[in-house]
């Protein structure tokens, strides 16, 4: 009785409100039935919205028509608009890449119900963000990166107080930011993205303005410009983050160590700190706090041994949380890899390339099930390749290129199934690489193994009818043996867009089927390919990179050409240039050097309007240089040297003010030096050598070339001085004028050649330059003609020789102390050899022969070690020889023939002997008679001069001035007079004295 009032009761009080209820989700599920049927009818959007974006749109370029769907009735329907289900306000509007551009009308603040904007990836050319941005009370998600905007951004933003994201990554033109203090009002922002943005003149440390940010999540000021990175004695600034999952400060130049306090972010999951000069010792505070870690990018920094402190420490913290590692490009970090790396067992990615590790793998990484890349490129690390490197069932990635690791590459290394990109260039491994290193590699993408010229005993050994399992896009065997018919595998990936066997030693012709495929990038250079080339070289798509140089290819050159780097130096080609060759317009690079081409250069070649290399040399062209290259602004090297050009250098040579290496060397070209080679004001190397100029060397070389690096103007007819504005050139280490008839002294001022002061370096890497063309130059050194290619860079070299210089050696040259040739031969230098000579301790070659060079050899020659080519023969040196260091191994006589005033071995002249001191006194009596001989010469020589010259200037005075005339001739007419008188007079007295002598006597 009780449970059935209790029952009653409940349906009494809680029927009707259930009902009521009932009622009102009925009502509310019709009135949305209404507002759907509105919306298919076209009817949900709001007009006063519609006209706001409409007006919107007109203010935009939309050169991709992605605004084509804003049409109709509901704006609703629009591309990139979504509005609310139940009243029809615009509430999201995503434009990311539309590639709209033009300017954002204000006529969006209409949307007043907006919370999502996003107009990224856009093209607004440099305009800056509206200030009306700020005003958009409801909006929870702002996204403006890579949309080209410009200037100051405004401080508005910070009125968007229920802002949750906000990304303003440039893109293409700078942005910046005065302060951050208008950050202090977005209480609930959890993502800001700053990057690229300019915050090197913000009034208020960065570090406190993020602190007023307590929900934040993510920060990113990569590439920001900041310096400032407080350490660990500050305050602690990140107190309030204590939520930050991602902390991105990249690309920035703090140039300190890493500060205490970013290891106290105990959610910190991912920090990136690559490229922000971060340096020394890591702070000694707890790891434990960084056991969420799980990105952590340290790479291009400056860490040095402490990296391996910091790696053993995570090890033990991080151990199951970290998934990536990169530490790459931290030259200083050293020694032997870690075993600790084996702890990261969740390790996914790891990154030590361009460091200095040595010694093998440690076997610890075998533990890293899980990782997918493994790169260790440019290192020094040893050994073979481990055999458990199979066992990484998930590696996507391996990269152990250019170290010290030799050895059989493991047959297990064909279990890495997932494998796309495979990297073992520049090491000296042995053995062979089958088909079975191949057998389960089906994902296989990217394969590269360009091993060192010098170590050709590795085998690629694969039989012809071998089908590979994988579908390559790109391939690279360069430096070993794989096989000398051509490969006909190279036809069974159907996505190959790169092909490199270089010098592998195929000697073959090319099939057809490879003018077939697909590629973009083909290099068959340094083998033994013979036959001809079609005439249409065309592939399915314009090539970006042919290259088929050193190699026998003949015949005639293909008529047509859709490529945009074309290399066939080197080869048999034969006949001429074909006329049409500029109808290939996509030209950049055209090198057609080392062959047998003959006739003229085709004028049709300033239509390639793109060509930024041209090298036509060593061929049998004729003729003149084209005159109608003006066009050709993208210049900037030029190689016509070793043909039979004729004529002058054109005006068009250097109408792009870019050219970098001219070489017009060992032709027919006559005239004297262009004055249009003054534009060239960019030029590095300059080769006229071996032709036919004559005239002066131009001051204008020194003066308006001042990034000139090489001078070679030998085996021409030029005459004059030196220009002492060559001493300008401060990066002039090739200066050769040997072999013209220059004359006068040598400039004192060549101590100021700074380049040949200090030591620059070779590069190491094995890998060749982008661009083919490989600058070279012919020298005489060690008395012998030598081309000089890869070392040129670094050869140091002055070659004044066979001209009809005169004068002493500067003695500021031994300031020169990196220069290795000095070659002053066959002139007419007088003087003693500089005492401190021994100064040039770069010096190998030496040679001062056949000149008038007189005392003794320096004392201080000996100390230059480096010397192993010295010709002092033919001068009128005297003294003993040295006989200490490099001088004892001069044992040739010829070094010192005809000075004989020189004594000791290897001459036969013994010092001591009576011949030798009889040969002094004669050669000081020939010395004086020299100097009383000169001292006559230029007696006589001011006699015969002081005759005309004071006789023209007392005639060339009476003949041109009037007065003078008069007056001269009125004195001498008074003289003449007076000395009349005088003589009268006196003759006179002298006739009575003797008369009355006569009378008297």
């Known amino acids: 009785m009780a449970s059935t009032k209790i029952t009653l009761l409940f349906l009494k009080v809680f029927l009707p409100s259930l009902f009521f209820e009932l009622l009102i989700v009925e009502a509310t599920t019709s009135v949305n039935s209404i507002d759907a049927d509105l919306n298919v009818k076209g009817w949900g959007c709001i007009e006063g919205e519609k006209k706001a974006l409409l007006e919107f749109k007109h203010g935009l370029i939309d050169p991709s028509g992605r605004f084509s769907s804003w049409v109709g009735a509901d704006c609703c329907k629009w591309r990139g608009v979504d509005c609310n289900n139940q009243t029809g306000n615009v509430v999201k509007l995503d434009l990311r890449y539309f590639g709209l551009g033009g300017e954002i009308s204000d006529s969006l603040l209409h949307l007043k119900h907006l919370n999502y904007l996003d107009l990224s990836f856009n093209y607004f050319q440099g305009i800056r963000i509206p200030n009306f941005l700020g005003s958009f009370e409801r909006l929870r998600y702002l996204n403006l990166s890579n949309a080209e905007f410009g200037g100051m951004i405004p401080p508005h933003l910070g009125n968007l107080s229920h802002l949750r994201y906000l990304d303003l990554n440039g893109g293409g033109y700078q942005m910046r930011v005065s302060n951050l203090n208008w950050l ?11 990057g690229t943005v300019d915050l090197s003149k913000v009034t208020t440390n960065w570090t406190q303005a993020v602190n007023m940010l307590p929900s934040l999540l993510e920060l990113h000021f990569s590439e920001c410009e900041l310096s400032d990175f407080p350490n660990y004695s500050d305050l602690d600034p990140f107190v309030n983050l204590t939520s930050l999952l991602v902390l991105d400060l990249s690309y920035n130049d703090f140039n300190t160590t890493l500060p205490g306090w970013l290891f106290n972010i105990t959610t910190l999951r991912d920090l990136y700190l690559n490229d922000a000069t971060i340096g020394g010792s890591i702070p000694h505070v707890n790891l434990q706090s960084l056991q969420n870690l799980v990105t952590l990018d340290l790479s291009s920094n400056d860490i040095g041994s402490e990296g391996i402190e910091l790696v053993n420490g995570l090890s033990i913290c991080c151990n199951n949380s970290l998934e990536e590692l990169y530490l790459g490009y931290n030259y200083g970090l050293s020694g032997q890899l870690p075993s600790s790396l084996g702890n990261f067992t969740n390790l996914r990615y790891l990154d030590l390339s361009y460091s200095s590790f040595n010694g093998p793998l440690p076997n610890s990484i075998q533990h890293l099930t899980k990782l997918e890349s493994l ?194 130096g080197n080869n048999l080609f034969s006949g001429p240039i074909p006329l049409n060759i500029g109808d290939s317009s996509k030209l950049q690079v055209l090198d057609l050097s080392g062959n047998l081409l003959n006739g003229s250069i085709p004028s049709s070649m300033s239509k390639l309007k793109g060509l930024k290399l041209i090298d036509l040399s060593n061929n049998h062209l004729c003729g003149k240089i084209p ?118 002294s040598i400039p004192q001022c060549l101590n100021n050649l700074t380049a040949l002061t200090y030591v620059i370096l070779l590069g190491t890497q094995l890998n060749e330059p982008f661009i083919s ?56 230098l007088t003087g003693n050899i500089p005492q401190n000579i021994g100064a040039m301790q770069g010096l190998e070659t030496l040679d001062l022969s056949c000149n008038r060079l007189s005392g003794p050899i320096p004392l201080s020659m000996p100390s230059i070690t480096s010397l192993n080519h010295l010709n002092l023969s033919h001068n009128l040196l005297s003294g003993p020889i040295p006989t200490t260091n490099q001088f004892s191994t001069f044992n040739d006589p010829s070094i010192y023939v005809a000075n004989l005033g020189l004594c000791g071995l290897p001459l036969s002249t013994n010092c001591s002997t009576p011949n030798y001191q009889n040969h002094r006194n004669d050669q000081d009596k020939e010395e004086d008679e020299d100097e009383d001989g000169r001292y006559m010469t230029w007696f006589f020589l001011s006699m015969g001069l002081g005759f005309p010259v004071g006789f023209w200037v007392v005639c060339g005075i009476l003949a041109l001035n009037k007065s003078c005339r008069h007056a001269y001739f009125q004195f001498v007419d008074e003289t003449r007079d007076k000395i009349y008188v005088f003589t009268v007079v006196n003759m006179a007295c002298l006739k009575r004295k003797i008369e009355s002598i006569q009378v008297h006597g």
């Open 375 to 568: 790169n260790m490129s440019q290192n020094s690390i040893s050994g073979p390749i481990p055999i458990w490197i199979g066992n990484f069932s998930r590696m996507k990635r391996l990269d152990l290129s250019f170290n010290l690791m030799n050895g059989n590459i493991p047959e297990s290394i064909g279990q890495l199934r997932q494998l796309t990109e495979l990297s073992l260039d520049g090491n000296s491994w042995e053995g062979v690489l089958s088909e079975i290193h191949f057998s389960n590699l089906t994902k296989l993408e990217y394969f590269s193994l360009h091993l060192s010229p010098q170590k050709r005993s590795f085998r690629f050994h694969v039989t012809p009818e071998w089908i590979p399992p994988f579908g390559l896009n790109y391939i690279d065997i360069s430096n070993c043996h794989v096989s000398p018919k051509f490969p006909g595998w190279l036809r069974t990936p159907k996505r190959l867009e790169k092909i490199v066997l270089k010098n592998v030693g195929i000697s073959d012709t090319i099939p057809k089927w490879l003018w077939t495929l697909d590629i973009e990038w083909l290099d068959l250079s340094r083998n033994q390919l013979y036959g001809k080339l079609p005439n249409s070289l065309s592939f399915s798509r314009a090539a970006l990179f042919v290259d088929l140089s050193f190699n026998h290819l003949g015949g005639r050159l293909p008529c047509s050409f859709n490529v945009t780097w074309l290399v066939l």
């Open 627 to 744: 005159k109608n290259w003006n066009d050709l602004h993208q210049l900037d090297t030029i190689d016509l040297s070793k043909n039979k050009l004729s004529g002058a250098i054109p005006s068009w040579v250097c109408s792009a003010s870019n050219v970098d290496i001219l070489k017009l060397n060992d032709n027919n070209l006559t005239g004297e030096l262009s004055s249009s080679l003054q534009n060239c004001m960019w030029l590095y190397s300059l080769d006229l050598g071996n032709n036919r100029f004559s005239g002066e060397i131009p001051e204008w070389i020194g003066e308006r070339m001042s990034s000139l690096g090489q001078l070679r103007l030998r085996g021409n007819m030029l005459t004059g001085l030196i220009p002492k504005q060559l001493c300008w050139l401060s990066q002039l280490h090739i200066l050769d004028l040997a072999l013209n008839n220059l004359s006068g």
């Open 184 to 194: 202090s009002n977005l209480h609930f922002l959890k993502h800001l993205d700053l």
């Open 773 to 828: 063309y490989s600058d070279h130059m012919e020298l005489v050194v060690k008395g012998q003609d030598a081309k000089f290619e890869s070392i040129l860079p670094i050869v140091n070299l002055i070659d004044l020789s066979s001209n009809n210089l005169w004068g002493e050696i500067p003695k500021g040259i031994i300031d020169l102390s990196t220069l290795g040739t000095l070659n002053l031969s066959r002139n007419q």
